[in-house]
């Protein structure tokens, strides 16, 4: 194992009872009050785990429901992502342009750090619905912006908002579906979430040819006012120890002369852990990516492929508008090229982890969460041979050619986002932080990687400037994907 030796115990009584869920050691969906803690049990709130309450107890329609809400609430954000407003706010430099899209992007990375931590201590819904309202509010404000600077600061506030699902969905999984069915429930997250900034311009230009782009900011923010009615009618609360309090509150107002108490209780006093703990809770993303290697690792270079994502979304209106002379709402078909690839890379790489719990769970075998590793090998060395494909071929063959190898770098990417997504979350005790870690990089780097894009393009030329991005891809992927 290549964990932190922090969290080598956690992983142990995982890798043991892969089904359960541990909080700080300690199962919190199993207990039963007459094994271990005889002295306390007349006392001690549990949540069996036939309890209808415990999330791993849903019913499968239950379950699916809540993961295509949280599905929504990581779609619509980068669907909203702004990519034909430039011409009409007098915006004429490229990189002033995509200054738009990078400051919408960072702010996907600095909301989770906040989210996450605070789905911790105050629950998943709780959370993700203040933080789509957030965005609710502020894309109607960009709708309204008369200039670059205020559309900038709305899409900024936008942007943190619509963060909350991006930082939740990972502790939602692993709350609901066990290490069987969670590689599924993960890639349907995974489809949604990088399906956003393509579908988000192919409906962006087609509007912005018809009415005004400020349409693209009032509809996603119509689409989340909506997810958020459904959210409230449909969707439960999933974090065991949010459920665990809210039982003993029921219970203590049923009895309240007995001294009652949760396993999270004993653990740390909660009054104490919501009124100190913040602080901690917020730098636990931080914190796991200083200690833990493989963590940081793996977080930067699923990081760097996200960011040649934007990379190259934020080029197609360079390469398939002036260079191919597509039309705004043909560059935005031109992008589901990406819908393709994900499509593909997402069918293999769920059928590849199948097979692999299938011969990990075997009688003779013990559970190896490295073994979610293993389809990253193949998408690996697709992502380097769609990005050659894509730059040698772009403005020199027909448009197709260029879009085919941006399908193989697609599919690549998807078997590189859900092997180390699930690594992570099967790996960590407090999955929401381990997720935001990874978030943070990804939409730093997706920020970040815009502002350079024209200019990278315009100095090497796209064959060369892509295959930069190929050989750094290489030599951050194969190096020590073998080694975890």
């Given amino acids: 194992m290549l964990v932190?030796?922090?969290?080598?115990?956690?992983?142990?009584?995982?890798?043991?009872?892969?089904?359960?869920?541990?909080?700080?050691?300690?199962?919190?969906?199993?207990?039963?009050?007459?094994?271990?803690?005889?002295?306390?049990?007349?006392?001690?709130?549990?949540?069996s785990a036939e309890s209808k309450e415990n999330p791993r107890s849903w019913t499968r329609k239950m379950?699916?429901?809540?993961?295509?809400?949280?599905?929504?609430?990581?779609?619509l954000p980068p669907f909203a992502t702004?990519?034909?407003?430039?011409a009409d706010l007098g915006i004429k430099?490229?990189?002033?342009?995509?200054?738009?899209?990078?400051?919408?992007?960072?702010?996907?990375?600095?909301?989770?750090?906040?989210a996450a931590p605070l789905s911790e201590i105050y629950g998943r819904t709780l959370i993700v619905r203040t933080c789509n309202i957030l965005f609710i509010a502020f894309s109607i404000g960009s709708g309204f912006a008369q200039n670059a600077a205020q559309l900038a600061v709305c899409r900024f506030f936008a942007g943190v908002g619509g963060s909350g699902g991006l930082a939740v969905f990972g502790g939602v999984l692993a709350d609901i579906w066990d290490l069987k069915e969670r590689a599924k429930a993960s890639a349907l997250m995974s489809t949604l979430l990088i399906l956003g900034p393509v579908v988000g311009p192919a409906c962006g230009g087609w509007i912005s040819e018809?009415?005004?782009?400020?349409?693209?900011?009032?509809?996603?923010?119509?689409?989340?006012?909506?997810?958020e009615i459904i959210s409230l009618i449909h969707m439960k609360e999933s974090y065991i120890p949010i459920l665990l309090e809210r039982r003993l509150q029921r219970n203590k107002r049923l009895h309240p002369d007995m001294d009652l108490y949760t396993v999270v209780e004993l653990l740390s006093d909660l009054s104490t852990r919501r009124a100190g703990s913040f602080i901690s809770s917020a730098i636990r993303p931080v914190i796991y990516l200083l200690v833990d290697p493989?963590?940081?690792?793996?977080?930067?270079?699923?990081?760097?492929?996200?960011?040649?994502?934007?990379?190259?979304i934020v080029t197609f209106p360079d390469i398939f508008g002036d260079g191919y002379?597509?039309?705004?709402?043909?560059?935005?078909?031109?992008?589901l090229a990406q819908g393709v690839g994900n499509i593909l890379g997402l069918i293999a790489t769920v059928k590849a982890h199948g097979i692999i719990y299938e011969r990990q769970t075997r009688p003779d075998r013990r559970y190896n969460p490295e073994s979610r590793l293993v389809p990253a090998f193949p998408g690996a060395l697709l992502i380097v041979a769609g990005l050659f494909l894509y730059g040698f071929s772009a403005l020199k063959y027909h448009f197709i050619v260029p879009l085919v190898g941006f399908v193989i770098f697609a599919a690549g990417a998807m078997n590189?986002?859900?092997?180390?997504?699930?690594?992570?979350?099967?790996?960590?005790a407090f999955p929401a932080s381990a997720v935001a870690s990874l978030s943070f990089l990804r939409f730093v780097f997706a920020g970040v990687f815009p502002l350079f894009g024209s200019r990278l393009f315009q100095t090497l030329g796209v064959d060369w400037g892509t295959g930069l991005l190929a050989f750094l891809s290489l030599g951050l992927g194969l190096p020590f994907l073998p080694l975890v």
């Fill in 325 to 335: 002379g597509h039309s705004a709402g043909f560059v935005g078909i031109d992008l």
């Fill in 93 to 114: 430099n490229p990189t002033l342009g995509a200054i738009q899209i990078s400051i919408f992007v960072l702010a996907f990375a600095l909301g989770p750090i906040f």
């Fill in 63 to 75: 379950k699916w429901t809540t993961t295509t809400i949280m599905g929504g609430y990581c779609f």
């Fill in 210 to 227: 018809r009415a005004s782009w400020r349409w693209t900011c009032w509809v996603p923010a119509m689409a989340a006012a909506a997810l």
């Fill in 294 to 312: 493989v963590l940081f690792l793996l977080s930067l270079y699923f990081a760097f492929v996200f960011g040649e994502v934007y990379l190259l």
């Fill in 416 to 428: 590189i986002f859900l092997a180390i997504q699930l690594y992570i979350v099967d790996c960590f």
């Fill in 82 to 86: 702004l990519l034909l407003v430039m």
């Fill in 4 to 47: 932190t030796e922090r969290y080598r115990e956690e992983l142990k009584l995982r890798e043991a009872s892969p089904d359960k869920i541990f909080y700080d050691g300690v199962n919190l969906s199993g207990l039963d009050p007459t094994i271990g803690l005889t002295l306390f049990a007349k006392d001690l709130i549990t949540l």
